[in-house]
């Protein structure tokens, strides 16, 4: 996600239509997510999710210059999402072998490991959210695994803003500060407790809520530290007054994989 406040204010087109491309990427996810009970809402959900693992990988193709083999390593990674389609195996240990396999691929043909870590930061999250939904009670726990990340963002910025005081990590993100982190963890306690509250939401998540708002953040300075060795202010430019689909998704990419394995070892 882009950095919470930015030094150039932005002017009230730039805003309005950060909105509405804001409001509609939500929109878009959360029906699909909805009908996603039914044949076809099962794989409209599927496409957007490779829609999304692909884009986090060609925009980190570029943001590593790999880009020789970029169309190659999209390729690779194609084979295990669409293992993970319904109309195959489905997200299985079988796709999560074939992100690996893929990624090893890459890395010996590519001869460098960065390409081949994209694989993995691509489709590990595309594997998780897709496995997230097909478990009982998926819709509410995919709602709230993608909550969380989007509450910790909005609650970081305001709080940012609004309080400013030391930086979290300059070197990084000189915008993001430790006051953005606590009122983003404050914020996605509170939404996830009124989850609890409405839809039952496990009290175990409501507390697992806090560290996953602060993973969520270190997963947004990740981003924020390879846009700066690449020298990027955005991952891509996807998304008019957003930028790329990384600097969307980077707090649910590293989210998205504990909470299904802690669904995963949880159910058992």
């Known amino acids: 996600m882009n950095d919470p406040a930015s030094p150039a204010k932005k002017t009230p087109n730039e805003l309005v239509t950060r909105i509405i491309v804001g409001v509609a990427l939500v929109a878009v996810t959360i029906g699909t997510l909805v009908v996603g009970d039914h044949w076809i809402g099962r794989h409209a959900f599927w496409l957007l999710i490779v829609l999304m693992s692909l884009g986090i990988l060609s925009e980190w193709a570029e943001l590593t210059e790999r880009l020789e083999n970029k169309r190659l390593a999209l390729y690779a990674l194609s084979v295990p999402l669409a293992i993970m389609s319904y109309m195959a195996a489905g997200p299985s240990f079988l796709a999560l072998g074939l992100i690996f396999g893929a990624a090893m691929f890459i890395a010996v043909f590519d001869r460098s490991a960065k390409l081949a870590f994209g694989i993995i930061y691509a489709g590990l999250p595309a594997l998780s959210i897709l496995y997230l939904r097909g478990i009982d009670n998926g819709l509410l726990i995919v709602f709230w695994t993608l909550a969380l990340v989007w509450a910790t963002d909005i ?63 270190m997963g947004d300075l990740f981003e924020s530290q390879m846009k700066r060795r690449a020298g990027a202010k955005d991952s891509g430019t996807i998304f008019p007054g957003h930028g790329g689909v990384m600097d969307r998704l980077d707090g649910l990419i590293p989210v998205a994989p504990v909470v299904a394995v802690i669904m995963l070892f949880g159910s058992q």
């Open 155 to 217: 609650g970081a910025y305001f709080s940012g803003r609004a309080i400013g005081g030391p930086k979290l990590a300059p070197t990084y993100s000189p915008n993001k500060t430790w006051a953005g982190l606590i009122g983003g963890v404050i914020i996605t306690v509170l939404f996830s407790f009124a989850l609890h509250v409405y839809f039952q939401l496990p009290i175990q998540l409501v507390l697992l809520s806090i560290p996953l708002a602060v993973l969520a953040q």
